[in-house]
């Protein structure tokens, strides 16, 4: 069984006899499974919409996810109502002592996983979509997984242990 591994921007529409995995900190994955046609898509992308506005199906956004999202539906004939639809990702890693953002730095950081989860909910609702499995923000990564055959999904969820810092004296 072969598994296909998806990168930030990478994107995947299709069938597949193996697992689709990504791991998420504040990006976010749309994930589908059409279970008749086995069908599975999973994407991985890494802010709403392209600053630039200079590649419109960029899957790197989540504009550009929707996007491709729809095209590839309609090119196998399928409708949105048929498909299991989830939402993962938008967490938080960025952490200072006490668990406080207290610079602007840091809190834009955090602000950045809010807004991608915020995107996809908005998507989903503007399309009137069911969010069927979902496991948005909060502070930690999480590795996601589809499985090509049955369309079961596992997310398990993990933190990052960091060290504090301590500054040197020179």
């Not at 960029?58 to 309609?74: N, S, W």
């Not at 109502?81 to 610079?103: H, M």
């Not at 079961?152 to 301590?166: A, D, E, G, L």
């Amino acid at each position: 069984m072969s598994q296909i591994f998806l990168r930030p921007g990478d994107y995947f529409f299709g069938q597949h006899e193996g697992q689709v995995t990504t791991l998420l900190g504040s990006c976010v994955a749309i994930i589908l499974w059409h279970p008749r046609w086995r069908l599975l898509a999973m994407s991985h992308y890494l802010l709403p919409s392209d600053p630039t506005a200079q590649a419109p199906h960029d899957t790197r956004y989540g504009e550009g996810v929707f996007q491709r999202i729809h095209a590839d539906m309609l090119r196998h004939g399928t409708r949105p109502a048929e498909y299991r639809k989830g939402i993962f990702g938008g967490g938080s890693l960025i952490t200072t002592p006490n668990n406080n953002a207290t610079t602007s730095n840091s809190s834009a950081a955090r602000r950045v996983g809010r807004n991608n989860a915020d995107f996809a909910r908005q998507q989903f609702s503007l399309r009137n979509w069911s969010i069927d499995l979902c496991d948005l923000n909060g502070d930690h990564y999480r590795r996601l997984n589809i499985d090509g055959v049955n369309g079961s999904v596992q997310c398990q969820r993990n933190r990052v242990q960091i060290s504090p810092i301590k500054r040197l004296r020179p």
